[in-house]
């Protein structure tokens, strides 16, 4: 078959793709190829906890992608692509393009662990992933694995019913989220909550023990568990780009036009290794919103248009137990100055990091309640990702760490800001969007509009 | 398009914005809920209130998962839809200006929505320091208070830190 764009893989960066090629008005033929379904991984833990139904993770209909002219190939696989404009899947089908979009995210990856791959033994990447823990009944669960993704999950695990322990091989917790200092913290406040934690724990091999899962680990050590989860990192999904000249690192290389090698291939997401703010290194981040930016510039790229990106900025936001945690941009701060402060009463703990005059990444934790703690995240994200060289604000904030509004204020962050448009236009609502949105989302105001107007 | 417009020359730091917005949007006094915030400028005995400018960019739109984020047809605000929103946060880290927000009693996320195009903190404000009406959208705070705050600074670079 024939088509003008194909698009491999519907996660979020294929499908932002895909809304932006018709958003900018290109109509002609587009072939959505996917393994999956459409639909959000990072929603996966609000099913999983029973906030939405289990449809609310899809991310489009084959109603909306037919009605877009968008042909759907779902549950089969790229496994080759020839730039020249030829990909053939699992089945054999071959699609001719004129371009084509790499979004082929990642897949959880396991280390050589004997057992790993035995029953009950489950990742928790894919929804299908997701169907099978639920299927488990609580009892004792352990993850190996202690970083974001596990992060993201506890508390489905926890509100399951289930006794968790985390173990992890570094010697601390979230060793890829945030510092030693904070996630010792988040350790603390988890142990105070019932969840357990084996750090510095080298797993041997894992075993069925009557019906049950044993993790032994290298110091002799063994812990029992009815499920074992692993979250030990991801892949990305390179194999459709072997032998086709595609230049790859640890993802696929693409400019800021999120083209790779091949001009008319680009690739977008997880699986692309793309230009970052305030640094000189392509890097891949595996973030959702670094896919929807990619998916996006691609697809304006795609329907001739001329975006170019500004970079991804790594950033992360997790809720467990009801402590928040979030991290920015170079949250480690090696070599960088660093100011940091925190309350001995309960964990708030805050983290700004600093090269010169500059902020360049930041640590949040506190209680979702402790609102005036953690409402100014968004402005320091927006100091990180503009790079305004603050002054005399920098000493300022070395005393006042916690009013990051005044400098943000006082540095015209906003009018550096409100210039910048990543399609050099205004966005529009795009996507699909599950059906009963709430209508009445001004409701109060009816009430209070009417009280004022009484008293005038 | 109406927008916010603010006046930080005129405001009194009466909080009454504050008090209002956030009785709107989460049916409680509390300013820490606020979506409008009253800054402070105190060596200029100055206060200026900020609050989301309704950008063209929309980062909290563009980075919501579920799309539970669009815009009003008719105000042109852009507004969570309650039922969609998981609460993920993504939001709340996304927009670089820091005006969405999220509320743990609800489990979502939540935002100036010009409640609905009569906007409360307009109405409640004494001074029209903050006014709604036809204007392109600047940061209106921002050029002022660089301006205000140079003494401030002086002032706080000869002190021993
Ligand atoms: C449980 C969980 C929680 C998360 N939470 C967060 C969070 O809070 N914040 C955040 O920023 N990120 C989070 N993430 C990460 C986020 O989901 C990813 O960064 C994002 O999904 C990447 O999007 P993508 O489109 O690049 O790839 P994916 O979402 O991985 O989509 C890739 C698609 O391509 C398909 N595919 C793969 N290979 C082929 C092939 N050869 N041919 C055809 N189709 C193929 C796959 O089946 C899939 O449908 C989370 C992830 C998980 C699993």
Known sequence: MKTTHLIIGAGPAGMA????????????????????????????????????????VFTATDDYLRERNVEPILGRTVTSLDPGGKAVCDDGTEIEFDDALIATGSSASRPPIPGIDGESVFNLWTLDDARAVLAQKGGEIAVIGAGFIAFTCLDALIRLGARVTLVEVEDRILPRMIDEHGASLVRSFLESKGVSFRVGAQVSSIEDAGGRKEINFADGDVLEADVVITATGISPNLGLVDGSGIETDFGILV??????????????????????????????????????????????????????????????????????????????????????????????????????EVLTGAVFLGRPDDVAL?????????????????????????????????????????????????????????????????????????VFVSTITEGE | MKQL????????????????????????????????????????????????????????????????????????????????????????????????FYNPE????????????????????????????????????????????????????????
Not at chain 1, 47 to 56: A, K, L, R, S, V
Not at chain 2, 109 to 120: Q, S, V
Request: hydrophobic share 35%.
């Open chain 1, 255 to 356: 400019d800021d036009h999120m083209r790779t090698n091949a001009g008319n291939v680009f690739a977008a997401g997880d699986i692309a290794q793309g230009p970052v703010i305030g640094s000189d290194r392509k890097e891949v981040h595996a973030i959702q919103p670094t896919a929807l930016e990619h998916g996006r510039i691609a697809g304006a790229n795609m329907a001739g248009g001329d975006a170019a990106y500004w970079g991804s900025l790594l950033m992360n936001v997790v809720d467990v137990q009801k402590l928040q945690i979030a991290s920015f941009g170079d949250w480690l701060g090696e070599g960088a100055e660093v100011r940091t402060v925190e309350n001995d009463s309960r964990p708030v703990y805050r983290k700004l990091i600093f090269q010169g």
């Open chain 2, 106 to 161: 609800s489990n979502k996320a939540f935002k100036c929505n010009l409640c609905g195009g009569d906007p409360a903190c307009a109405h409640a404000c004494p001074t029209a320091a903050i006014e709604y009406e036809d204007s392109e959208t600047k940061d209106w705070v921002g050029p002022w208070a660089e301006r205000l705050n140079e003494s401030f600074l002086t002032a706080l670079a000869g002190e021993p830190s």
């Open chain 1, 374 to 446: 953690l409402n100014d995240m968004g402005m320091t994200k927006g100091l990180i990702q503009t790079g305004l060289h603050l002054g005399e604000w920098r000493k300022y904030l070395d005393r006042y760490p916690l009013d990051i509004r005044r400098p943000y204020v006082a540095s015209k962050a906003a009018e550096k800001l409100l210039e910048m448009q990543l399609l050099n236009k205004p966005s529009i609502p795009r996507g699909y969007r599950q059906p009963d949105p709430d209508p009445k989302y001004w409701e109060y105001h009816d």
């Open chain 2, 5 to 100: 417009v603010i006046h930080p020359e005129r405001c009194t730091g009466c909080m009454q914005c504050e008090l209002a917005c956030s009785f709107v949007q989460t049916g409680t006094f509390q300013p820490s809920v606020s979506v409008i915030k009253v800054h402070v400028f105190d060596e200029q005995a100055s206060m200026a209130p900020y609050t989301c400018f309704q950008c063209e960019e929309a980062w909290c739109m563009t980075a919501c998962p579920v799309n539970a984020i669009t815009i009003d047809n008719v105000i042109g605000a852009k507004v969570v839809l309650s039922e969609v929103c998981v609460g993920c946060k993504l939001c709340t880290i996304a927009c670089p200006f820091g005006t969405i």
């Open chain 1, 17 to 56: 793709a895909i809304d932006t090629i018709r958003e900018f008005g290109d109509t002609s033929p587009i072939t959505l190829v996917s393994s999956e379904t459409p639909y959000s991984r990072m929603v996966l833990p609000y099913f999983m906890d029973g906030t939405i139904p289990e449809q609310n």
